[in-house]
């Protein structure tokens, strides 16, 4: 069975940092692009970005509103992903998916597996 | 970026109605589409992608059409349970974008 288990949330003053894990079990990490989302309070979805495979070197794609302030990164051996959250502002304010997409020969089809997500407040 | 517009934004029916939601491209993006249901405190759900593939386990009153810039999720007759917020997402570019969502609640 494929879980996704984040953790790491809390309350974080502005222009504090957090930094956010998701464990995931269940599948071969190792493969999977994988994703963070994140929904303000009361709010719709937002991407937040993307890591690549192994194949793909691991390389990164960001949302503009986060790009310079945030950074994913991920343990194969520990079948984690990380998102470290520095700057934060109070927008960032949400709670954060962690997310399993499928893609296959470069081209990416469906985020299939979502996380429970971890609560982000950036308040003074 | 690429926009997605949902409507209607907000939706009132009753068990066993046909409910149809559409999502509009503001460029096109062929069938790279997706639907996900999400429940209050609950994560999303991924019912519908590649526009009209319906995700393993998704009850089969469900389904998607389109490609381009114009698409959309029917449900053939609504359930109890199927009542919750629906978002399209679009996979063909970054940035990866979301429509705004569509509630849809009890008449």
């Known amino acids: 069975e494929v879980q996704l288990v984040e953790s790491g949330g809390g309350l974080v003053q502005p222009g504090g940092s957090l930094r956010l894990s998701c464990a995931a079990s269940?599948?071969?990490?190792?493969?999977?692009?994988m994703e963070w989302v994140r929904q303000a309070p009361g709010k719709g979805l937002e991407w937040v970005g993307r890591?690549?495979?192994?194949?793909?070197?691991?390389?990164?794609e960001y949302a503009a509103s986060v790009k310079g302030r945030f950074t994913i990164s991920r343990d194969d051996a520990q079948k984690s992903l990380y998102l470290q959250m520095d700057n934060l502002r109070t927008e960032d304010t949400a709670i954060y998916y962690c997310?399993?997409?499928?893609?296959?020969?470069?081209?990416?089809?469906?985020?299939?597996?979502w996380g429970q997500g971890a609560l982000v407040t950036v308040d003074s | 970026d690429i926009q997605l517009t949902q409507s209607p934004s907000f939706l009132s029916a009753s068990v066993g109605d046909r409910v149809t939601i559409t999502c509009r491209a503001s460029?096109?993006?062929?069938?790279?589409l997706s639907w996900y249901q999400q429940k209050p405190g609950k994560a999303p759900k991924l019912l519908i992608y590649?526009?009209?593939t319906l995700q393993g386990g998704v009850p089969s009153r469900f389904s998607g059409s389109g490609s381009g810039t114009e698409f959309t999720l029917t449900i053939s007759s609504l359930q109890p349970e199927d009542f919750a917020t629906y978002y399209c997402?679009?996979?063909?570019?970054?940035?990866?974008?979301f429509g705004g969502g569509t509630k849809v609640e009890i008449k």
């Open positions: 269940g599948f071969t990490f190792s493969d999977h692009y």
């Open positions: 997402q679009q996979l063909n570019s970054y940035p990866l974008t």
């Open positions: 997310v399993r997409t499928y893609c296959n020969g470069g081209n990416c089809y469906r985020f299939d597996y």
């Open positions: 890591s690549r495979n192994k194949a793909l070197s691991y390389t990164t």
């Open positions: 590649a526009a009209s």
């Open positions: 460029q096109g993006i062929s069938r790279s």
